[in-house]
Structures are given as C-alpha cells and as structure tokens.
C-alpha cells in the first residue's frame, strides 16, 4: 500500500508563490505524525508533502491512498487536490481542523473523514481501507490515551528547508472559552497533557541544540508546565513556544522557564482595548498587565511575538494607532497583526451569520489577513487599510532598527524574522482578496 499525505498552502504561504520567508517555518507535526501511526504489519509506504516547503507536481504522484489536511483558509486547495485525485481513481480521506470544524461539508468531496484527534482512528481507517470496508466518518473516543502519542516520524521531512525538524507537543486542547478561537470547538474544551517523561525523551532524540513546542495553551496547568520545563533544564535546549497572558502572575514558571532554554514566547495580546478582550470571552487578558509581562520576560532573556487582532466589535479606527504604540513602547520583538476571522463552528461565527454580517464564505479568505465580516464601528474597507497600514508601519526599516537595537533577546531569530516579515508585510498588497479568492482552483 502507498499512502501520499499532503498540507496544501494559498498562494500567500506557498513555495516560491508566497511571502513567507522559508527560514520562519518550522516542521509542523500534523503529517509526521499520521505516518509514525501507521500499522506496521500494513507494510505502507509513506511520503509527505507541505506546499510551503516544496512544490507538488501532482500528475507524477502515484498512490493507493491520499490523505489531506487542512486548516479554513486552506480547505478549497485541499479540495481541488481530491478532485484531482478521486478522477485518477484514488481513495481520498481528509482530516485537520477544518474537516474537524465541517466533516459534512468535507465528505461532500472526499471518500472519508476523520475528525479531531486521530490517533486512534487513523490506524483504524487504514485498516478499513485494505478490507474495502472504508467508512464515511472517524470520531474520535471521548477520551483519548495521551500515553500512546507516539513519536513522530520525522524521517520524511529530511531535507525539506524547515528552520527546524525538531518540534514537539505537550499539551493538547485549551481550557478557556475565546468567542472567536477554533481550539476549544476541535478538542472540546478537553485539556490534556502527555506524561512529561514521554516529551523529555522525544526531546532527547532530537539532534541540536533548538526546539520548538507547538501546545496552544501550555501554561494554563501552571504545575504540570513547571515540572515539564524543569526536567528539561538538563538537556541544555534552546526552545521557543507560546503562552498566554496570565503567565504575568506566574513568577516561579517564567523562572524556570529562563533555566529550561527559553529563549522566545508567543503570545495573543489580541487587543488593547480591554472592552473588546471582554467581548471575546477573553477577560484575563488585562491590558493593565501588559507592560509588566514584557518586562518580566525581557529581564529573563525571552523575546516576544506579540499577536495583536483587529476588527473586534468594540474597535474603532484608532485601535491600529493603540496597538502600534505598545508594540513600539513596551516593545515588541515581533509584532504580527491579524484581522478577527469568524471561523465556521465558533461561536463567533454564529452570532455574525445570525446579525446578518458575513460578507463570505469563501473560505480561502478565512486567513486572518482578510476582511471576510462588517466590523461593528468601522467599514470593512477602514479596517483592511488600517491592516495593511499597520503592517507596513511596524516593519517599515527605522522601526526595524530600532527593535533590534533595543532587544536583548535572541538576536539571531529576532534580526532574521524581523526581515521576513518585513518582506511579508510588503507583498501583502499582491494577494488581495481579488487574487486570493480564486487562487484554489490553480494547483500548479
């Protein structure tokens, strides 16, 4: 059996097409991990393609079974390959958070979908598969056994121009409720974590001296991230992940954070405007405490991806003009801005398709860098120019300069990804939403 597993990519994050610079992509997990599932006694063979990494030439691609993931923004791409495919007469299956988020929509074009976390399922569908008994559906159990995560199979990912092979996942799901964020619709408010002595000894494996965690929210069982990141301080590692604000009360974790290898964190500021984090269910963002995280972090030697979103109901045009002075004042190491995206199956998207606001649902523009909805106290034009505006504003060559200058943290990421999304922020104009909406139907 031969099983091609594919990541498709828009034209704005895609190989030689995007504006993404390759040496800002670490290895994502999502494929590794589907093939260090599969059943030995299959006897498959396994190869992996990421659409921002390299280029898929899909008529010398040959195989059994075609497995497909996808995030919103990349769910017609991935379509367009099942169509391409279920003609040559290949099984299609597809899986990730779309599928996840509309399995109905999803099997209209494919022959099967797994939704949530596949690691039980996954083995079971290939299984089906070589018996013809293939079916329509894979749901996950209510509860899945974090012990059995195994590792992943990096093999496939040799030599594809990742800044990084070695990535991980310690935690799974997130326990708070965001209005607009799909992490709690895929996993079911659950929130888990693999025993620590599984992660430290996948973190052994990995060759070098960086790493990366991938967990959404691995800080929000502050006792379990503690134990984690000090049995790590003997590896000597390198590591950058993300966090979410209430790490400012948690003095003890940034301590032992500095000691494991910390070295970068990203983090969803989302808004300063406190009023708007409230109307996302996210009121333990407090603004007030923004600064002093920066400071505690920046004293321990972490730098900071700030994320900043816009276009919540209760912003204005000045929210652009408040978020680039505390990117600018705090400071930021690297700020990324994104427009609020109302992905189906949130709660967010419900209530805006209910008020009648959606303005699309082509969902190759649900990319966060798009205004697919009518924002509340601006027009949806005000709010993509203050997008663009902002974007070119934070990356325009002074204030470059003059993060790197001021930061102490991780230089060397710091200069190249400043760089990168410097060169981001410029081709940004090229994939508007003209270009975009139609980008899927090309598979070259």
């Known amino acids: 059996m031969k099983i091609v597993l594919i990541s498709p990519r828009t034209a704005m ?21 589907l093939a260090s599932l599969v059943p030995p006694d299959l006897e498959a063979r396994v190869e992996i393609y990421d659409e921002s990494v390299e280029r898929i030439d899909r008529e010398s691609i040959s195989a059994d079974l075609v497995g497909l993931t996808a995030i919103t923004g990349t769910s017609f791409r991935a379509y367009a390959y099942a169509d391409y495919f279920r003609t040559k007469g290949i099984t299609v299956v597809m899986g990730g958070p779309h599928a996840t988020l509309l399995p109905h929509e999803a099997k209209k074009r494919v022959d099967a979908v797994v939704v949530g976390h596949a690691y039980e399922t996954w083995p079971q569908l290939l299984r089906d598969f070589k018996l013809g008994r293939l079916k329509e559906f894979y749901y996950p159990p209510r509860n899945i056994d974090f012990q059995t995560v195994p590792n992943p199979d990096r093999r496939h990912l040799q030599g594809k121009p990742f800044i990084t092979l070695n990535s991980t996942q310690a935690v799974f799901g997130c326990p708070n409720t965001c209005e607009f964020c799909v992490t709690p619709v895929i996993c079911r408010s659950q929130y888990e974590q693999r025993p620590i002595k599984d992660v ?19 800080i929000e069982n502050p006792h379990y991230a503690t134990d984690l990141y000090r049995a790590m301080i003997p590896l000597k590692k390198k590591w950058t992940g993300l966090a979410t604000t209430r790490l400012v009360e948690c003095k003890e974790l940034m301590d032992v954070m500095e000691r494991s290898g910390c070295k970068g964190l ?25 600064y002093k995280l920066v400071k505690e972090l920046h004293s321990r030697g972490i730098a900071i991806m700030g994320c900043f979103v816009h276009g919540l109901d209760d912003d204005d ?6 978020t680039l002075e505390f990117v600018y004042t705090a400071p930021v190491d690297l700020p990324r801005f994104t427009i609020c995206v109302p ?37 949806a034009e005000e709010l993509d120019d203050g997008h663009r505006w ?15 200058c001021s ?38």
């Open 390 to 404: 902002i974007w070119e504003s934070a990356y325009s060559f002074p204030h470059i300069i003059e993060r790197i």
């Open 343 to 379: 992905f189906p199956g949130t709660p967010f998207f419900n209530r805006l398709k209910k008020e009648n606001r959606l303005l699309t649902e082509n969902w190759t523009l649900y990319d966060a860098q798009h205004v697919v909805f009518r924002p509340q106290k601006m027009t």
């Open 317 to 322: 045009k000045d929210c652009f003009n408040r």
């Open 13 to 33: 994050y895609r190989y030689r097409v995007g504006s993404f610079s390759l040496f800002l992509r670490y290895a994502p997990l999502n494929l590794v991990t």
């Open 266 to 290: 990203l983090i969803g500021f989302e808004s300063l405007s406190q009023s708007s984090n409230n109307g996302i269910k996210k009121r333990f963002n407090s603004v007030d405490k923004y």
């Open 200 to 218: 430290i000894n996948e973190i052994k494996m990995m060759p070098g001296k960086y790493m990366t965690f991938v967990d959404p929210s691995p």
């Open 407 to 444: 930061s102490r943290c991780f230089l060397e990421f710091v200069f190249l990804a400043n760089y990168g999304y410097r060169r981001y922020s410029k081709n940004m104009k090229i994939f508007n939403a003209s270009f975009m909406e139609h980008d899927w139907k090309l598979l070259d």
